[in-house]
């Protein structure tokens, strides 16, 4: 028997799946886009709900470490929270037992390469048009890979003659120790491969071929089981607090779901042999271990999903919450480092810079809402070089800490376009890159204007009560365009919101326009032209807050 062409191939086969699998998962995430979040949003009503969402995004994505990455990543930009994420985790862990039942079902009563070959062919005639559906072309391909490579394992197994593999025929007669050691290699095996659905469908082909019994291939699903949490721990490192928490979930539920159908593997066994009837062999063996890889995800989200609250404390307890200890305010700088994963898309980053937009457009609200609440203090009587100095140092800090997020978010968007991004994408960071420099020239204005508030009391060239009063109605114009714009951040603006920002704009420029002339009607009555063409600025310096807020209400019009 010639070793090497068999090795060869086995590993050409399994390559050549795993190829398909990342190939099909990284289509799915692009095709979905954003539209993946808003499905992980769902999550929030509750815990059962959360459980069904992680099957479904599993099953098309086809990777439960590609869902933990997902939801790590979430969770560290602030977009779950980590009770929310719980119950996904669970969900991920049933939903990737839809390979199995795919290769059981499929893999080995069918001529795969009817199915691969016209895949691959739909596959790349739809990803090399310019279309909306480019990105489900991946997706195609990916499926067509992934039943060649399972169709080259297939291929190469039936000339292994079981008897010759001694080491095999001894470690299946140890009883105990046998299913200890059957999880030690499926947890090595995956830690290596990055993925326990490659793993099953290798342990599944190994068992259909009779190179290792059901007891054996069982105890490997299991060792899977635990090796899948490897890609949420590297997604972890480097994150807030509750990315940490969130990837320790997946690895205690894993580890302790495991170890509990460990000590108990007899009965599991026995139970499935119930449920499937018939001996484990041949193309029944296949069944089998879809059924106990079901089984075994099923009752351990049944046994710990009651526990969700506790589950929580418990990871909250073993690792503290860091963030929160930290003094409250502005951070001295920002900093957002791009993650690179083995199950990580350009989207996922995406989704998390639009989080970070949103903190921008909060910190470029609360600006002008400092502007606009001292613009009201110059109506009170007393000093006011306290209120100014106060804002214009806040407006420093805060500027200067928005330049810091331009640049960083700039760098984190301008590497995601060196990944392989899909059409949809490829458009949202262009739009998003306009967003930024939009919110972060409306920073630049409010920080004028604080700077202009403190020259006017420092120089004594204060606004009379009637020029107060009639500004005050168009900062609120600007104030109300902001919110806006922080409302509908992240989706498309209607044809009808549209034209609500259009009109916003041109009531805002006709306010501009009768506080010139007024400005210019006091210089012609005699008052101080410093103090009126001061006054005129600050006018110019709002009105450009509001045409920050259409250009991003215009962008959004495009998406």
């Known amino acids: 028997m010639d070793f090497i062409s ?9 390559c050549l799946f795993l190829y398909g699998m990342k190939v099909m998962s990284d289509g799915v995430q692009h095709a979905a886009g954003d539209r993946m979040q808003r499905a992980l949003n769902f999550m929030t009503k509750n815990r059962f709900i959360g459980v069904l969402t992680g099957v479904t995004v599993t099953a098309l994505v086809q990777s439960s470490s590609a869902v933990s990455v997902m939801l790590v990543s979430f969770v560290n930009a602030g977009l779950l929270t980590l009770t929310q994420s719980i119950g996904v985790i669970m969900g991920a862990n049933i939903g990737t037992t839809t390979t199995a039942w795919i290769v059981s079902l499929i893999g080995f009563e069918i001529n795969i390469s009817a199915l691969a070959l016209p895949a691959v062919g739909v596959g790349f005639i739809m990803g090399s048009a310019k279309w909306k559906h480019q990105d489900l072309g991946g997706a195609f391909m990916g499926f067509g890979f992934l039943f060649l490579g399972l169709q080259f394992l297939t291929d190469a197994l039936p000339a292994v003659n079981p008897e010759s593999l001694v080491f095999i025929r001894h470690i299946s007669n140890l009883g105990f120790l046998s299913v200890l050691i059957g999880v030690g290699i499926g947890a090595v095996v995956t830690l290596l491969m990055h993925s326990s659905a490659a793993t099953i469908t290798l342990v599944i082909t190994l ?4 190179v290792i019994n059901f007891e054996i291939a069982a105890a490997m699903i299991l060792g899977a089981n635990i090796g899948t949490t490897i890609d949420a721990i590297m997604a972890a490192i480097g994150t807030k607090t509750a990315a940490k928490q969130t990837a320790l979930v997946h690895v205690l539920f894993n580890v302790v779901g495991s170890v509990i159908a460990i000590l108990f593997f007899t009965p599991l066994i026995r139970l499935v042999d119930f449920l499937i009837p018939g001996d484990p062999l041949g193309t029944s063996i296949a069944a089998h ?17 009651p526990f969700v609250q506790q589950f929580a404390a418990l990871v909250s307890f073993l690792i503290k919450d860091k963030d929160t200890d930290q003094k409250q305010g502005m951070p001295k700088s920002y900093r957002l480092e791009y993650q690179h994963s083995v199950h990580s898309t350009p989207e996922l980053n995406i989704i998390r810079a639009e989080k970070e937009i949103r903190d921008m457009a909060a910190l470029a609200s609360s600006m002008f809402a400092g502007v606009s609440e001292t613009l009201g203090k110059f109506r009170e009587q007393g000093d006011k070089t306290a209120i100014v100095e106060t804002l214009a140092g806040e407006m420093k800090g805060k500027e200067e800490y928005a330049d810091e997020m ?24 262009y739009q998003l890159l306009r967003i930024i420099s939009d919110l972060e020239d409306m920073t630049d204005d409010c920080f004028s204007v604080s700077l202009l508030l403190e020259r006017s009391v420092k120089k004594a060239l204060l606004f009379k009560n009637k020029e107060m ?3 005050a109605p168009y900062v609120a114009q600007v104030e109300d365009f902001l919110v806006f714009v922080k409302s509908h951040l992240g989706r498309s603006i209607t044809g009808e919101q549209a034209v609500f920002a259009e009109r916003l704009e041109n009531t805002i420029d006709k306010s ?18 410093k103090t009126e063409l001061l006054f005129i600025d600050v006018v110019r310096r709002i009105e450009k807050v509001g045409d920050y807020c259409y250009n991003i209400a215009e962008a959004l019009m495009r998406n």
Request: net charge positive; with cysteine; glycine share 10%.
């Open 512 to 529: 501009r326009n009768k506080l010139r002339k007024l400005g210019r009607k006091r210089i012609e009555a005699g008052e101080d032209v």
């Open 6 to 14: 068999i090795v060869f191939k086995l590993i050409g086969g399994l």
């Open 406 to 429: 331009r640049v960083e978010l700039t760098r984190f968007l301008l590497e995601c376009t060196r990944q392989q991004l899909g059409y949809q994408s490829e458009k949202k960071v």
């Open 469 to 471: 009063e009639a500004l």
């Open 207 to 210: 068992a259909w071929s009779g």
């Open 289 to 305: 271990l879809a059924m106990f890889h079901t089984v075994f995800n099923i009752l351990g989200t049944l046994i710990f999903l």
